[in-house]
Every structure is written in C-alpha cells, then in structure tokens.
C-alpha cells in the first residue's frame, strides 16, 4: 500500500513537472518545490501572481534574444532609454486581455518609452499574427530557449517590468490595464500622462 502511494506521488509529482516544462515558463517548474505562490490548478489558465510570487532581480539580465527576422541579440543592447518590457504569449488569456490595453499606451509613449515584447512560447508567424490582430505595432522579440524569461525569475505570464535608462529594473507587475500602465509609466518614469499633464 506505501509503495502504491509512494508510486501515486512520485506520478503526480512528474506530470505536474511535465505540465510546467510543456507551458514555457522555465521558472514555473521550480515553484512546486519552492512554495512561491503560483496558481498551478487550472491548466491552461495563466493568472495574475500573486504579491512575491516573481523573483526580484535588481538589474536587466544580459541574455540572448532573437528578432523577428531570426538575428540574435543581447538585452543589454535594449538599455539606453526607459523600457516597458512585457513577456507574454498568444494562448495566455491574461496576454490577450492587456495586448491591446498596451498597443493603446505605447501609441500615447512611444516616443518617451520603448515598449518590447518578448515572447517565450510562439512561432515568429504566430507571434506576428496575434500581435498585428490587436494593433500591437511595437518591438518584438523571441525568448525560444526562455533565457530571458529564467533570467528574470518569471512565475507566471504575463509579466511587465519596467527598467530605466541605465538598465535597472524599477517595478515587476502581472495583468495591467490601459489605466494601471500609464500609472506605472507616470510614476516609474516621471512622465506625465495627457490626463495629468
């Protein structure tokens, strides 16, 4: 009877470890055996984190990256201006909702803030197609090793952080909304918005 149960946990134990490695977030799997606060009980459905639940790296990690045109690059050639990064993928309910909530704030900043996109998961074709279905028109790129995504200790998707000119990252948030981006934006950057200004 112990066996069986021994047999049933370390089961159990493998499939959720195979979930978390098949979804794309590098990260995920470790939560099981870290006790951070990640919602792992509806499959297919990537929420919000809860407070703590995503790392607290100080500074923008230097890692491989590839363009949609298949070139590879280094983040560290993103610093230089304040950066709005978000990671996100196409079959995330979360990501669609906030895609074009962010197409609507990069319109109002573009010119004050660089927005990137930075995918773990999708082809470049679906990738494109998604983001051009919501009006996203800003930079995109490809994490297809999760480098960048491991790097920044992500628990769940999507996740926004915001890093200044000289490469620190000043905030990490889940799901926002048009409001709660130019809040972010205003506070973080010191860049009113129209509706402060």
Do not use: K
Not at 66 to 79: F, I, K, N, P, Q
Not at 154 to 165: E, G, Q, W
């Amino acid at each position: 009877m112990e066996r069986r149960r021994a047999t049933v946990a370390i089961g159990t134990a493998a499939a959720i470890s195979l979930f978390a490695i098949s979804i794309g977030a590098p990260r995920v799997r470790d939560a099981v055996d870290r006790d951070v606060d990640v919602v792992l009980d509806e499959p297919g459905e990537y929420q919000q984190p809860l407070e703590g639940a995503d790392g607290d790296v100080a500074a923008l990690p230097a890692v491989e990256v590839r363009t949609v045109a298949g070139e590879v690059m280094s983040t560290a050639d993103l610093v230089g201006t304040p950066l709005v990064i978000n990671l996100w993928f196409a079959a995330c309910p979360p990501c669609v909702r906030e895609m074009p909530e962010f197409a609507e704030v990069h319109a109002e900043f573009g010119d004050r803030v660089r927005f990137i996109g930075v995918n773990p998961i999708d082809e470049v074709d679906r990738m494109l197609e998604f983001a051009e279905s919501v009006g996203v028109s800003y930079e995109l790129y490809l994490d297809p090793f999760g480098r960048f995504t491991d790097a920044l200790e992500t628990a769940s998707f999507p996740l926004t952080v915001f890093v200044d000119a000289d490469g620190r990252i000043l905030a990490r948030d889940g799901v926002l909304d048009a409001d709660g981006l130019r809040e972010r934006i205003a506070l973080h950057f010191r860049i009113p918005t129209s509706r402060s200004a």
